[in-house]
């Protein structure tokens, strides 16, 4: 089965299309390193919370947007050498590609799926 890496992020809501241009260069790397599919979401329905919520969990500030990826990839074997390549590759370099967005603020996680359907 699949194996999925989850991400959310916020970006300021001005940078929308420095963000847009950015995924589309950075991710097509995400499918030479082995991933099957990248997707990238721009919170457009995002609820407040009253306990806990996504702007709180990347402490979103009033102008930012959250955000909301995932890469799929075969399995965890495959997740793992790709993104090892991913590290070392100098195409990645923060200082020649800069994050479009704090990347201190997102939170991330690997996630084994128990149920695919449709």
Do not use: S
């Not at 390549?85 to 100098?90: G, Q, S, T, V």
């Not at 200082?95 to 479009?100: A, H, Q, S, T």
């Not at 939170?107 to 449709?118: A, C, E, H, N, R």
């Amino acid at each position: 089965m699949a194996y999925i890496d989850g991400f959310v992020f916020a970006v300021p809501a001005a940078d929308k299309q420095v963000f847009i241009d950015f995924v589309h260069k950075f991710d097509p790397l995400m499918l030479e390193f082995g991933a099957t599919r990248v997707v990238e979401c721009w919170g457009d329905d995002v609820p407040h919370g009253k306990q806990t919520d996504f702007y709180r969990a990347v402490e979103a500030k009033e102008n930012e947007v959250t955000c909301f990826a995932w890469i799929e990839w075969p399995d965890k074997a495959t997740r793992d050498a790709g993104m090892k390549k991913m590290m070392e590759d100098p195409r990645m370099d923060p200082k020649d590609n800069p994050m479009p967005f704090d990347g201190k603020r997102m939170i991330f996680g690997g996630f084994q799926p128990v149920l695919d359907i449709g």
